[in-house]
């Protein structure tokens, strides 16, 4: 299965900034698998992406969830970056959204 760096602008502001990304608990590094779960390589925590709470510069102190357009805008970016396979990318965005409107936060 393919996985990536976590690459991307803040998923939950409008902060447009690129940067890489974090596990709080334990500062390693987060990659984004194909199936959307992000995992940390330092402690190896596994959850899928919309479970992740994200703080960034303008929201130093507060852990916000995904805002999911912003996430998909996001996730197209990394995309084109890692040259992740179109089909591969669509399937990772139809499951945020799948699991989106599970969740009714789309
Ligand atoms: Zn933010
Ligand atoms: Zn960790």
Redesign the pocket.
């Known amino acids: 299965m393919g996985k990536w760096r976590l690459f991307i602008?803040?998923?939950?502001?409008?902060?447009s900034t690129k940067s890489y990304w974090y596990h709080k608990d334990c500062g390693g590094d987060l990659y984004i698998f194909e199936d959307c779960y992000l995992q940390c390589d330092k402690c190896y925590c596994y959850y899928f992406i919309l479970d992740w709470l994200?703080?960034?510069?303008?929201?130093r102190t507060e852990y916000?969830q995904v805002n999911v357009q912003k996430l998909i805008r996001a996730m197209c970016i990394l995309a084109d970056m890692y040259e992740i396979p179109f089909f591969t990318y669509k399937v990772m965005q139809n499951k945020i959204e799948d699991e989106a409107k599970k969740r009714g936060i789309i």
């Open positions: 602008s803040c998923p939950a502001c409008y902060n994200f703080s960034c510069e303008d929201h916000r």
